[in-house]
């Protein structure tokens, strides 16, 4: 059974930080890249984020750059987002999601992906 699990959600006040988790099973890790997704009440879901094991390649918002980091621990199945500075505008539910043979150069779009977890509530006071 496919899963990706997100953790690492919670109510935090502007300027602090939080990192979330994405622990993948079911598939092949390694052939996937996975993203960072997020929808905020009324709105589109939007990519965050993006990392790709075929290729190393990276990708983030605007919204995010500089104060996001990606990364991936091929040998737990998990992927970070290190979120820094955060502001009341990243609050959203945070999901996870995983694109067959993807890479990152480009964003990742909700057609490219394969499989989404449930989501982790990231709230940003001010």
């Known amino acids: 059974e496919v899963q990706l699990v997100e953790s690492g959600g919670g109510l935090v006040q502007a300027g602090d930080s939080l990192r979330l988790s994405c622990a993948a099973s079911?598939?092949?890790?390694?052939?996937?890249?996975i993203g960072w997704f997020r929808q905020a009440p009324g709105k589109e879901r939007e990519g965050v984020s993006c990392i790709s094991s075929s290729d190393g390649s990276t990708y983030y918002a605007d919204s995010v750059k500089g104060r996001f980091t990606i990364s991936s621990d091929n040998a737990k199945n998990t992927v970070y987002l290190q979120m820094n500075s955060l502001k009341p505008e990243d609050t959203a539910v945070y999901y996870c999601?995983?694109?067959?043979?993807?890479?990152?150069?480009?964003?990742?779009?909700?057609?490219?992906?394969?499989?989404w977890g449930k989501g982790t509530l990231v709230t940003v006071s001010s």
């Open positions: 079911g598939f092949t890790f390694d052939d996937y890249a």
């Open positions: 999601a995983a694109a067959y043979g993807s890479s990152c150069l480009e964003p990742l779009y909700y057609i490219d992906i394969d499989y």
